[in-house]
């Protein structure tokens, strides 16, 4: 057992009980990279874990292309969702919003005339991206292992550029792609091998016309692309600004939260460890952690936790870079 200090132990209290100040001031510690910080968080998250009264929350991933909807929808959706359960909570986290209308929308009108700023079951935070990509990182990783520990759903936003599908794949328990009517999307999606990577299809502007022919070949390529499933993957049409077809989302949203993570974060630990080795120390470093190490699974395991891992990473390397 690891000691708290007691002022780090009241931000734990705070955060559990979901006060947004300490939940907030908890993100910036598993955000930090400073070289103090990785002790501090594996204190929370022994203390969160010996302490739990609960599962760890189930993480939803919303990616698709800039514009298509993400933040409109998320607005929406948490407000239906908290409205069905009445003992759900909800953290979002948005990576990256690449405009400003989604930083406007992310809290929208909607959220605002229902939730007042202090309501706890409600959660909203944005982060940079850690690539010009729109990628995911170690960082967007810590944040999720704190969120999981204090609500029952958090759910990502990232925009489906580059690097963020394979990382969001990592990331989330349920991965829905938002595409908009006649982007084109369907054919640089395919391309670019992305229409591989999500549970389920949202075709978000369904108050469009152009929605219902997109909606056909959306379908129609979903057989080409995806070769490996037994059933086209659902695709739900809505509006987020109608609110049409969003019953049928939720309610695929609320099975998923309500039937649990399963393993949840613990079991992606060794894909951001990984992450975080390659940030740090290159390709030597990787290279390192796959020859002399066992990989990062068998890394973490031998050292008792991420945590513990990335300590002893950097002595392991050096030493056996001094003797090389
Ligand atoms: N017609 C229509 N417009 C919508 C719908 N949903 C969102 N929009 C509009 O589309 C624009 C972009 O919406 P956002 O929610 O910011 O989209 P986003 O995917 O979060 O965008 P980024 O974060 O910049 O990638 C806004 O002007 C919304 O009002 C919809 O269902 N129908
Ligand atoms: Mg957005």
């Known amino acids: 057992m690891i000691e708290l200090d007691p002022e780090l132990a009241a931000l734990v209290d705070g955060a559990r009980r979901l006060d947004k100040h300490a939940v907030a001031r908890c993100i910036s510690l598993f955000e930090d990279r400073r070289a103090g910080a990785p002790a501090r968080r594996a204190a929370v998250v022994e203390q969160l874990d010996r302490t739990a009264d609960r599962s760890p929350g189930t993480v939803l991933g919303l990616t698709g292309t800039p514009g298509s909807g ?3 929808l998320l607005s ?21 919003p690449s405009s400003q209308v989604s930083g406007g ?4 009108d909607r959220t605002r005339m229902r ?13 940079a991206a850690e690539s010009d990509l729109g990628g995911l990182g170690p960082s967007s990783f810590q944040v999720c292992r704190l969120l999981t520990r204090l609500f029952d759903c958090v759910m990502i936003e990232t925009v489906g550029i580059g690097q ?3 990382d969001i794949r990592h990331l989330a ?7 908009q009517p006649l982007g084109g999307d369907e054919v640089q999606f395919l391309k670019a091998g992305i229409i591989e990577v999500p549970h389920a299809f949202i075709l978000n502007k369904c108050d469009e016309p152009a929605s219902v022919a997109s909606y056909h070949q959306l379908r129609g390529s979903m057989w080409l692309a995806r070769p490996f499933d037994d059933q086209i993957p659902p695709i739900f049409r809505t509006s987020a600004l109608t609110g049409e077809g969003l019953g049928e989302l939720e309610a695929d949203m609320l099975g998923r939260v ?5 393993a949840g974060l613990v079991a992606r630990e060794p894909y951001f460890f990984g992450r975080w080795v390659d940030d740090e120390w290159g390709r030597v470093g990787g290279r390192f952690l796959a020859e002399r ?14 945590e513990a891992a990335q300590g002893a990473f950097g002595p392991a390397i050096t030493e056996h870079l001094a003797r090389a």
């Open 105 to 108: 929308s992310l809290l929208g």
């Open 293 to 306: 190490l066992g990989g990062a699974a068998a890394y973490l395991t031998s050292c008792g936790g991420y």
């Open 70 to 72: 993400k933040s409109t």
């Open 76 to 96: 929406r959706l948490t407000v239906d969702l908290l409205d069905a359960d009445d003992a759900l909570s909800i953290a979002v986290l948005a990576v990256d």
């Open 115 to 127: 939730f007042t700023p202090d309501e706890r079951r409600l959660f909203f935070r944005s982060q």
């Open 164 to 166: 963020s599908e394979a």
């Open 173 to 179: 328990d349920r991965v829905y792609l938002v595409l």
């Open 258 to 262: 309500h039937a649990g993570a399963g």
